[in-house]
């Protein structure tokens, strides 16, 4: 079983008072923090778990808006090779996802694994990371203003995902 979240750095130096992270589930806390935050810069971290080994952890934070699509970039790579790949937005840490028979996966993260390799199960954690993926973007159009989620997309990309996820899973 897997668990992904997603996790928003707060500039904590503007001010004091906010979570240093903030899931991104936390529309309230998010809705506040938004004059504090520099969304050409949005900074943060994805958790993925499985049956509560970390995978993807505080360790590997980055610009979360580029992670999520450079991740899912490497998912459609994925799908359409068998392989895919990508490295974190402002860091030379690689992520690869290649196909290990008809049901199973070896995620590799770090040259030569050094934050880890894990053979999971395709087809659930392909779900789990399109759901994180939208789940990502639809917290990010719940909690901002309107003319931020127009200007980075938020709600675009979320339809995107979901209309793919739907074409693919047929959900």
Do not use: C
Not at 140 to 152: E, M, P, R
Request: proline share 6%; net charge neutral; no cysteine.
């Amino acid at each position: 079983m897997f668990h992904v979240q997603t996790y928003i750095y707060f500039p904590v130096k503007k001010n004091p008072s906010f979570p240093v992270e903030i899931p991104v589930d936390d529309k309230v806390t998010l809705k506040k923090a938004e004059p504090y935050l520099d969304f050409n810069y949005l900074e943060g971290h994805i958790e993925l778990s499985y049956y509560g080994q970390p995978i993807l952890t505080e360790k590997l934070g980055d610009y979360i808006i580029d992670y999520w699509d450079y991740l899912f970039q490497a998912i459609l790579s994925f799908m359409e090779k068998g392989s895919g790949g990508m490295y974190l937005p402002d860091q030379p840490i690689p992520i690869d996802i290649e196909k290990k028979g008809s049901k199973w996966v070896l995620m590799t993260i770090g040259r030569k694994g050094k934050y880890g390799k894990w053979l999971l199960p395709r087809e659930e954690l392909l779900k789990t990371l399109m759901n994180g993926a939208a789940s990502f973007y639809k917290g990010l159009s719940d909690a901002f203003s309107d003319s931020i989620v127009q200007k980075y997309r938020f709600k675009d990309r979320y339809e995107y995902l979901l209309n793919f996820k739907k074409q693919y899973f047929g959900e």
